[in-house]
């Protein structure tokens, strides 16, 4: 195989591996705009990901499978939301609470449900989301570098791949050209400015809360049934961490998160493509470097040895209304 | 935290938590008959396997002893105000250095001399591994929450490595080290006390040294100086600050203490029981810490009952998986973060409505 093939199969895996961690990054993004941490990312995915299996099983629907991810990762959400926004719980407790909820209710329920050891039956081609070939793909993959480039890079991917990389433009249009987004913003950094513009924070927060379900939700369904063929457990195996990592070196800026993702998903890639593989000069690389980069290189920026990251001032913090 | 009115003594440390996770195990019962079983007959089987004989009373110990440890770890840093989601990884590497003590002296030396060594090589692993997010929460402003995550999975890939290439036994396809001999391995109380008909239990010498720990934490954390310190900080960094108290300092010491403590978790899995280092063998102790010390409320008496109570869920989880196959052992994982949320980030939801019941009441 010749490198330009290899890189090609490298991007095109790191397409595919960085999809989940966008959605997921995203959804942290609207959260925590907000002013509402959600270090549950993970949790929901998860919930998103198993509904999504059993509900496509059912129904041999793609479609309801992403739906019913989505209405579980929302409410999943709706119980941070009110624990965090209404009774003004901590945030962070919040979140691992809710991780644990659901990496244990989704193997729970996925053994008594199917009796699998936690997964969902394999789904059937036509209870997923396939990949799509976009127009003149097969046509030009005969063209040196570009057409190589368009029929396996940029065509082929199931409908969710293109839903995430849109959701990026639209995140950012949304929350910087719009009313809502700046409103957003405004309670995620002074939420009594917001309130005494008389604006409600609440309702805000509860919206940014649903949108962040939606997201996270999505990215489960995307490792169910799109890159796989049914949930099994614990499948999202630390990419709502890795997310919320991506989310903090992006320095909750949309643009900069779809980055930091496909350097994540490429570090991913790179690492399943050298397993075993003897590298010229150096020798075998241990895989758990490459696992544990994305986590190094965040602590590194975190440290504010590169750049500043800087979340948004009010987060992490419920808001009281009358302190009197 | 925000100050609050105060309750009675008993409300307070005892109604509330009560409350609290009475809640939990009323959603843990839902979910029970959610997938069709009778949660009355679970409680049943899981009292029993916990406490109705002799060697589950054993196990359920050894299982505490793990959460002693990492509660009362995550507890210290809830003192000084921090928030140490990385007992899991501190616990990993403190079996690291465990068992670099063990390899090295297992064979010439009986276990009441190793013992000492590998706790202090444990503790400060663990303390090591605290002591970077500590220093860069103290000097750099790094969120502890986010660098402690970032520990753990860091701490995962770095014993991945060490077990997959360089401490691995030869010949062995396993990512284990070689088993220790009895130099590197604490004797089981059914050994030291024949006589209590623990069965073939695992509960070691290392429940001993946990009840110490109980103990000497209490201490520090009231009867001290720096314990003092560490609360004032915790409570107010601002006034602790105009007090001379540095924030660094107490950041450092109250993490690395943490960090050590989640460290010696690992004597007893791993010098108690496995006897060799393994992959996770931490099995999520650090985790169950965080639940442990939010519904102990971070005192040395509430977190020995909560981690007896966790440890007999995880003993009698096990029974209940083996009577009841529905109910396999993620109940528990699931009943574990019932008591979060309730005990930790709704800790409020009862509390105005007792306020105003026994405010009033005691007030006019």
């Known amino acids: 195989m010749d490198a330009f093939t290899t890189l090609i199969?490298?991007?095109?895996?790191?397409?595919?591996?960085?999809?989940?961690?966008?959605?997921?990054?995203?959804?942290?993004?609207?959260?925590?705009?907000?002013?509402?941490?959600?270090?549950?990312?993970?949790?929901?995915m998860l919930v998103g990901a198993f509904a999504a299996g059993t509900v496509a099983h059912l129904t041999g629907s793609p479609w309801a499978g992403l739906g019913a991810a989505i209405l579980a990762a929302v409410a999943l959400g709706l119980v941070h939301g009110f624990a965090t926004i209404t009774a003004r719980g901590n945030q962070i407790v919040s979140g691992v609470a809710l991780n644990f909820v659901a990496a244990?209710?989704?193997?729970?329920?996925?053994?008594?449900?199917?009796?699998?050891?936690?997964?969902?039956?394999?789904?059937?081609?036509?209870?997923?989301?396939q990949p799509i070939e976009l127009p003149g793909a097969s046509m030009v993959a005969d063209v040196p570098v570009l057409g190589g480039l368009y029929s396996e890079l940029v065509s082929g991917h199931n409908l969710?791949?293109?839903?995430?990389?849109?959701?990026?433009?639209?995140?950012?249009?949304?929350?910087?050209?719009?009313?809502?987004?700046?409103?957003?913003?405004?309670?995620?950094?002074?939420?009594?400015?917001?309130?005494?513009?008389?604006?409600?924070?609440?309702?805000?927060?509860?919206?940014?809360?649903?949108?962040?379900?939606?997201?996270?939700?999505?990215?489960g369904a995307y490792l169910s049934i799109a890159q796989s063929a049914g949930f099994i457990r614990d499948m999202t195996a630390g990419k709502g961490f890795i997310a919320l990592a991506a989310l903090i070196f992006a320095k909750w800026m949309p643009v900069n998160v779809l980055f930091t993702c496909l350097l994540f998903g490429f570090l991913d890639a790179v690492a399943i493509r050298l397993q075993g593989v003897s590298v010229p000069g150096i020798g075998l690389v241990p895989v758990q470097i490459f696992q544990a980069l994305p986590y190094a290189l965040t602590v590194i920026l975190l440290a504010g040895f590169i750049g500043r990251a800087v979340p948004p001032r009010a987060g992490g913090v419920a808001y009281v209304k009358d302190r009197g | 935290m925000r100050a609050r009115k105060a309750l009675p003594g008993w409300v307070d440390y005892g109604l509330i938590p009560l409350l609290n996770v009475t809640c939990a195990f009323l959603v843990s019962g839902l979910v029970v008959l959610a997938i069709g079983?009778?949660?009355?007959?679970?409680?049943?089987?899981?009292?029993?396997?916990?406490?109705?004989?002799?060697?589950?009373?054993?196990?359920?110990?050894?299982?505490?002893?793990?959460?002693?440890?990492?509660g009362l770890a995550v507890a210290i840093a809830f003192h000084g105000g921090l928030f140490n989601i990385g007992a899991e990884g501190q616990a990993a590497l403190g079996g690291l250095g465990a068992t670099l003590v063990c390899l090295a002296?297992?064979?010439?030396?009986?276990?009441?001399?190793?013992?000492?060594?590998?706790?202090?090589?444990?503790?400060?692993?663990?303390?090591?591994?605290?002591?970077?997010?500590?220093?860069?929460?103290?000097?750099?402003?790094?969120?502890i929450v986010i660098t402690t995550i970032m520990f753990n999975f860091l701490a995962a890939a770095l014993m991945g490595y060490l077990l997959v290439d360089v401490l691995v036994a030869p010949g062995s396809m396993q990512p284990e080290t070689r088993t220790f001999a009895a130099g590197g391995r604490l004797p089981p109380l059914r050994e030291l006390f024949p006589d209590i008909g623990l069965g073939q239990a695992p509960v070691n010498v290392a429940f001993l040294l946990a009840l110490v720990a109980l103990v000497a934490i209490w201490v520090l954390v009231w009867r001290t100086r720096l314990g003092y310190e560490i609360r004032v900080f915790g409570a107010n960094p601002v006034a602790a600050s105009y007090a001379g108290i540095s924030a660094t300092r107490i950041t450092m010491?109250?993490?690395?203490?943490?960090?050590?403590?989640?460290?010696?978790?690992?004597?007893?899995?791993?010098?108690?029981?496995?006897?060799?280092?393994?992959?996770?063998?931490?099995?999520?102790?650090?985790?169950?810490?965080?639940?442990?010390?939010l519904m102990g409320r971070a005192h040395p008496v509430g977190i020995f009952l909560a981690a007896v109570l966790f440890g007999a869920l995880y003993q009698g989880g096990a029974e209940l998986a083996f009577e009841i196959p529905e109910i396999s052992r993620d109940m528990i994982v699931v009943i574990q973060g019932l008591v979060i949320l309730f005990a930790g980030a709704l800790e409020n939801l009862f509390r105005p409505a007792l306020v105003r019941l026994f405010v009033r009441r005691g007030g006019i």
């Open chain 1, 104 to 129: 244990g209710l989704t193997a729970l329920l996925g053994q008594a449900w199917f009796q699998q050891g936690g997964r969902t039956p394999a789904l059937p081609g036509s209870a997923r989301f």
């Open chain 1, 160 to 219: 969710l791949v293109y839903l995430a990389f849109l959701a990026v433009p639209v995140t950012s249009l949304v929350l910087f050209r719009t009313r809502f987004g700046l409103r957003l913003r405004a309670v995620g950094d002074n939420p009594a400015a917001v309130d005494t513009a008389g604006i409600g924070v609440t309702l805000l927060r509860y919206r940014a809360v649903v949108i962040c379900g939606v997201l996270t939700g999505t990215a």
């Open chain 1, 9 to 44: 199969l490298i991007l095109d895996s790191t397409v595919r591996l960085a999809t989940p961690l966008i959605l997921a990054a995203l959804a942290g993004l609207w959260s925590e705009r907000s002013g509402v941490f959600d270090i549950g990312l993970e949790g929901k």
């Open chain 2, 37 to 70: 079983a009778d949660p009355l007959e679970a409680v049943q089987i899981l009292v029993w396997g916990a406490f109705g004989f002799g060697e589950g009373i054993g196990f359920t110990l050894f299982y505490a002893t793990n959460f002693i440890f990492t």
């Open chain 2, 105 to 143: 002296v297992d064979r010439f030396v009986p276990w009441w001399v190793t013992l000492p060594f590998a706790a202090i090589a444990a503790g400060l692993f663990g303390a090591g591994w605290a002591a970077i997010p500590a220093w860069l929460q103290a000097k750099r402003g790094s969120h």
């Open chain 2, 253 to 293: 010491i109250a993490m690395m203490l943490s960090g050590a403590l989640a460290g010696l978790m690992s004597l007893n899995e791993i010098m108690g029981y496995q006897q060799r280092l393994l992959l996770d063998f931490t099995a999520g102790a650090g985790f169950v810490g965080i639940a442990v010390a």
